[in-house]
């Protein structure tokens, strides 16, 4: 089974207002990324919320999804992480592996957690990861025997730690339009301005 947790605590400070709600492709950013990551077979969906949580969790409109509450949402990346592996291990104990991703990168498609599942079965690398702009991001993929480790973050340290310290055991995939984020609102009218 795999789990993909999807990091939605930030509270867009550049933005100015939660950009997990912004609306793209008749839905949210949010809600888009949920979508694409419920098509997975075998697959879990846990959605990790921090800043502004009543009024995201409000919108998740998927009874299949579950959510989590990470109240250290201010101590930066890894408290969500921890947050949402640990509710994951707990309600799934056979978990075998976790994709990591965001909720800003709007080319997120289901292509992506399939590639990413795909290259891990062929290359059986503990380490998948998505490629884009000379470097290695969300999504991520994470085999079980790096649990522990993820579990250990702290502070505003995220998975790319551990992706650098175990290259040998990294394998990545090619992910277009991968380095479109939205931080900004001049980066979200960019996005609509191309629909």
Known sequence: MTGIIILAAGNSSRLGQPKQLLWYKDTTLLQHIIEEASVIKESVVIVVTGSNHELIEKEIDSSEIKTVFNRDW????????NTALNKALQ???????CIFAVCDQP???????????????????????SSYAETLGTPVLFDKK???ELLNLKGQEGAKKIINRYLDDTASIFFEKGDID???EDDYNKLISEL
């Open 91 to 97: 309600l799934y104990p056979g978990i075998e592996k």
């Open 74 to 81: 201010e101590l930066g990346m890894s408290s969500s992480i």
């Open 146 to 148: 790096y649990f522990n």
């Open 107 to 129: 080319f997120v498609s289901h292509s992506v957690f399939e590639n990413l599942i795909a290259e891990h079965q062929k290359t059986g690398k503990g380490i998948v990861a």
């Open 182 to 184: 939205i931080d900004t």
